[in-house]
């Protein structure tokens, strides 16, 4: 029995390669008191998750990975509880993922120019329904030989400073977190060590920058992600506590896309009920 919730998950209806009820299987299996369904830039799984738990005792916490972007990198932020019929989020996600077909063919041509002879058809074939993401093009280069795993293909082109990386035009995080409240929803920064280090040398997000969100109603911060190194997780929790803010845990499972084991990273229920505390308009 692991306990808690993860909150941080994927499915087929972005870059995971497990089904909504897949996830909720094997997060009743493990003895996950629950489960956060974070898609890339959609609530499409909400529905799905919540038909699969009723009766198991796992609670959904439906939320969104919201796709922001700070000087031409990739941020993601998490949006839980977000009522998926709020007009706003909707409209921006429905233009990130006709961004996201666009950008998808940059990329591919970007391979192809770099000698990775990949095709938009096999990477449209490897996200099924699901707006593309670059894991599925990940997997398009991986089986052209160019690269063994998806992990060198990010580490040889795709990260954000790679050759191959396009961004996504997206709002910036302060905007994103905005949008997520307004949508009812309770904003939570995802893995602030996975951002880089900009021309300053600081690693990650700069505070100033986590501020501005938290002074926009950021309510936590994803300190531990099994991305991050011990000294990146005592960082952003010490920066989490000095705003005010939660610290949350998520494994970021992607099924076969990503080693991450889902039930790897759990977020007390305490913390899960303080966060349903900061919803707008919670008492
Ligand atoms: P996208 O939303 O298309 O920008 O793709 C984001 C996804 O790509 C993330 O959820 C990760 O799964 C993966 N990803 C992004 N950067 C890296 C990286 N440097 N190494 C491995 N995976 C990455
Ligand atoms: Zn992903
Ligand atoms: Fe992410
Ligand atoms: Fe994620």
């Not at 529905?47 to 919201?66: C, H, Q, S």
């Not at 990477?123 to 993401?133: F, Q, R, S, T, W």
């Not at 950021?218 to 005010?244: C, F, K, M, N, S």
């Amino acid at each position: 029995m692991v306990g808690g919730y993860d909150l941080h998950t994927h499915t087929v209806l972005s870059d995971g390669t497990t089904t909504p009820e897949d996830n909720v299987r094997d997060a009743v299996e493990l003895g996950l008191e629950g489960l956060g369904v974070t898609d890339h830039d959609t609530t499409a799984p909400f529905e799905r998750a919540l038909a699969a738990a009723e009766g198991t005792g796992l609670e959904i916490v439906t939320g969104t990975e919201f796709s922001a972007e700070l000087e031409g990198r990739s941020v993601h932020v998490l949006g839980y509880w977000v009522d998926p019929s709020d007009g706003p989020l909707q409209t921006e996600m429905d233009r990130l993922r006709n961004e996201r077909e666009h950008r998808a063919r940059a990329i591919v041509g970007k391979f192809r120019e770099l000698g990775v002879e990949i095709s938009m058809d096999r990477v449209h074939e490897l996200a099924g329904a699901a707006p593309v993401g670059r894991p599925h093009i990940a997997q398009a280069v991986v089986e052209s030989g160019a690269a063994g795993t998806t992990r060198e293909v990010f580490d040889t082109w795709l990260a954000d400073d790679g050759p191959a990386y396009v961004p996504k035009h997206a709002v910036d995080p302060v905007a994103a977190v905005r949008l997520l409240i307004g949508a009812g929803g309770v904003a939570v920064l995802a893995h602030p060590g996975l951002y880089g280090s900009r021309d300053d040398g600081e690693p990650g997000l700069e505070a100033v920058t986590v501020e501005e969100m938290a002074a926009a109603g950021l309510a936590g911060i994803e300190a531990d992600h099994p991305d991050h190194t011990d000294a990146q997780r005592e960082r952003y929790r010490d920066l989490a506590v000095g705003l005010g803010l939660e610290v949350t845990a998520g494994s970021d499972y992607h099924g076969e896309r990503k080693a991450n084991r889902l039930g790897s990273a759990t977020t007390d229920r305490s913390v899960v009920e303080r966060l349903r505390e900061r919803r707008p308009g919670a008492s």
